[in-house]
């Protein structure tokens, strides 16, 4: 069983997209267990603002781990966090996830009509997201 927990977080350690990918059925899942990957990546916000500072490369890999979860991040140019918090390694298909995702991200905030740091609600990001999701964290 795997487990993702994908966040993009905003400037102001606003979370701006939140999506779950898991190999089990969601009724399966406990709604502890979305509170307790929230509550890692929340924690790991200062682990990847430390982080940030000693590398130039925008995949950190692994930063942080509590207990059997790891905790992996992604420094856009804009200083917008990528967080991921999962169950297992799995970093080359982690690096093109955020490669996928970033682009993505890029592409959705050049929309006249999108405001940085705010609430991403697009129906066509939501299923880019399911479909990198599914290629790269699943497969």
Not at 111 to 126: G, H, Q, R, V
Request: charged fraction near 25%.
């Amino acid at each position: 069983m795997s487990t993702y927990y994908f966040v993009i977080v905003g400037h102001n350690d606003n979370p701006i997209y939140e999506k779950e990918f898991c190999t089990v059925n969601k009724e399966q899942r406990k709604e502890d267990q979305r509170h307790l990957s929230q509550f890692i990546a929340h924690a790991a916000l200062d682990l990847v603002d430390e982080h940030k500072w000693k590398t130039a490369n925008m995949q950190l890999k692994s930063i942080d781990r509590f207990n059997q979860w790891f905790v992996s991040a992604f420094i856009t140019a804009s200083q917008i966090r990528f967080i991921i918090v999962h169950d297992n390694k799995n970093d080359e298909g982690i690096k093109n996830f955020f490669n996928e995702m970033y682009d993505t991200y890029i592409k959705h905030s050049m929309n006249a009509f999108y405001k940085i740091n705010t609430l991403i609600k697009s129906p066509m990001f939501e299923k880019k997201a399911e479909i990198f999701g599914r290629k790269y964290l699943l497969s």
